[in-house]
């Protein structure tokens, strides 16, 4: 949360549908990213290119935060997850959403999508595969079903028509 809301319209290009991640800000302080590879660059989708472009002012300040306060600071994240995030994850019926959870959901979305693991590492900005795989990487049970579904296929074969089992059983019954 503390690099979204560090973001300044000078670290993003809407063109190329680029975001550079280049600090983090924690409670109003600003800072250097934790590791060499929390400075990154990161692709952003086409809608999410849209909606800064619409939130992009006519003149740009590249040093202005894109998420900020009417006198231009950062906002404040634990005012956004107590007055935002909570609310309505309660009316969706999700208690318990932080802003970790949300950054935990998304390693567990680009695993499920198959995104290999470097990958996920370079956009999460973690300095080792590992901790990308041994903190981030959560089984689902959805994916746990649907491999265990895949492997059965593989031994077993193409799933039978029990109605064609009973007639085959029954035309080789000797009387």
Known sequence: MGEL????????DLKARLLRVVEPV????????????????????TDIAEILAAMCPAVVDPRALIFATREGLPLNRWNL???????????????GVTWHLL?????????VVGAPIGTMQSLLGHSAPE???EIYLHA??????RAVESVERLVLGPKLDPSSVSAAAGSETVH
């Open 81 to 95: 997850l107590r007055k935002h995030l909570k609310p309505v994850a309660k009316k969706l019926g999700l208690p």
């Open 26 to 45: 924690y409670d109003g302080h600003f800072d250097k990213p934790k590791t060499k590879r929390g400075a990154r660059t990161i692709p952003i989708g």
């Open 131 to 133: 901790i990308t795989r």
């Open 103 to 111: 950054r935990h959901s998304h390693a567990a979305m680009l695993d």
């Open 5 to 12: 809301l560090a973001l300044r319209w000078g670290s993003v």
């Open 140 to 145: 689902l049970p959805e994916e746990q079903r």
